[in-house]
């Protein structure tokens, strides 16, 4: 059976370790808790999240579930708290790639390419969660916000990775403001897929989230890695979208699950915790 390793990132939130090396984050608060994202889909996540809220002496409080994208990574595992009649919410713009990546076969070649760089994970039978059914998601717009009681999180949209890509502001009221911007903008934000927006357009959004959050928040959170992000990554990131424009990129060829891109900036795949801000695009998809 597959087993989740967690980490206290504050009194608030808790950091959990997916096996596609994707995160998620338990939000826990006076009233009630959330959790962004479902994950893989590999493993009960439900029993981690309550595993968890029991040790923070948390259960019975209501448990609702944000999720980033329509990705497997990050979305496969909601079955379960649907199963427990939680609330579950995704941005529809995302129904086309969820519905794509939902399917067994796409979700498998997943595991293959997992197994075939070294990671080692074995899902067994029992370890493999259903995907759940896109209609059963509520909708998730920016502007949405949740209390929590102590906490409040705010949802902004980010589209570029996926058409209905969505960051998070966590506001503790006795501790520090988190940004998660997931997969949204990291320092390996893929932006090449057949649902990706063009550099120019996904340029435009992240501008706008840098205005809307501008002094709001003291550290960054992402959804692979080590989790940890830095202040300072977005505009990073819209500098390396304007040097895509401008010809100024070291174009390393990439390859994902079939799919051919460019790395922009030169990338240290040994010193993944320390990267900057950086873009993995397609040269036929630059502009709007």
């Known amino acids: 059976m597959l087993e ?10 808790t950091r ?11 939000v826990e608060g006076e009233k009630k808790d959330i959790l962004i994202d479902t994950g893989s889909g590999f493993g009960s996540l439900y029993l981690a999240v309550e595993d968890i809220r029991r040790k923070h002496k948390g259960l019975g ?16 595992g909601a079955q379960e708290f649907l199963n427990a009649g939680c609330p579950v919410y995704l941005n529809h713009e995302d ?27 074995f899902v067994a039978e029992e370890d493999y969660i259903k995907s759940p059914s896109f209609d059963d998601f509520l909708d998730l717009k920016e502007g949405e916000k949740f209390d929590l009681g102590d906490v409040t999180i705010e949802t902004f949209a980010c589209t570029g990775h996926t058409k209905g890509c969505l960051t998070f502001l966590i506001q503790e009221h006795d501790g520090k403001n988190y940004l998660l911007t997931g997969d949204a903008c990291n320092t390996f934000t893929f932006l090449f897929d057949e649902y990706t927006t063009s550099v120019e357009e996904y340029e435009k959004h992240v501008k706008s989230l840098i205005k809307k959050v501008n002094g709001r928040y003291d550290e960054v959170l992402l959804s692979h890695g080590n989790g940890v992000g830095y202040l300072g990554l977005m505009e990073d990131v819209v500098a390396v979208c304007e040097d895509i424009q401008n010809g100024k990129t070291a174009d390393i060829p990439y390859e994902f699950m079939g799919t051919q891109g460019l790395i922009a900036k030169d990338f240290d795949f040994s010193d993944f915790a320390n990267a900057k801000g950086n873009i993995v695009y397609d040269k036929n998809r630059i502009r709007i």
């Open 4 to 13: 989740f390793r967690s980490e206290e990132v504050s009194k608030h939130v």
């Open 16 to 26: 959990i370790y997916g096996f596609s090396t994707e995160l998620m984050y338990l």
């Open 61 to 76: 409080k209501p448990l609702e579930v944000l999720i980033t994208h329509g990705h497997l990574d990050h979305a496969m």
């Open 95 to 121: 129904r086309c790639v969820f519905e794509k990546h939902a399917k067994d076969s796409f979700r498998m070649e997943g595991i293959s390419m997992l197994q075939a760089d070294g990671l080692g994970i």
